[in-house]
């Protein structure tokens, strides 16, 4: 069980933005910006494009108005999208607000949030939703 699935089971607790049948999206909590969403779908696969193709044109789907809700939230020129899957053996999406490419660059340092400040940030993009 991925630690995904242990959040999509209650077993972990997350900052949850949004949820449906089929996918949850929540902050993740070490991110690259603030406002860095992920989306992973319920059911547990280890690549992205080993969703079936009904699951990768719904997530999209899923994903649109929190994009949107993101870049109403955050000063930035529009909501990045990443799949990089390497961290996580369970597909995942990562929604970021960016100004350049480089705000998708996983190997920068990632912030460290009091839970206040991502309280803040969930409430923030969840009133935008």
Request: include cysteine; aromatic fraction near 6%; proline fraction near 5%.
């Amino acid at each position: 069980m991925t630690i995904f699935s242990k959040i999509i089971a209650g077993e972990i607790p997350c900052y949850k933005i949004a949820e449906n049948e089929n996918f949850l999206a929540f902050l993740d909590i070490s991110p690259l910006v603030k406002g860095h969403v992920l989306i992973v779908p319920k059911i547990e696969t280890d690549k992205f494009f080993d969703l079936s193709d009904q699951l990768l044109s719904e997530i999209l789907i899923f994903a649109k108005p929190i994009a949107t809700a993101i870049e109403k939230s955050f000063d930035c020129k529009r909501c990045g999208i990443s799949v990089v899957g390497i961290e996580v053996p369970h597909a995942h999406m990562h929604l970021i607000p960016i100004n350049s490419a480089n705000d998708l660059n996983f190997t920068q340092p990632k912030l460290q949030l009091e839970e206040s400040e991502i309280l803040h940030i969930q409430q923030k993009i969840i009133s935008n939703l």
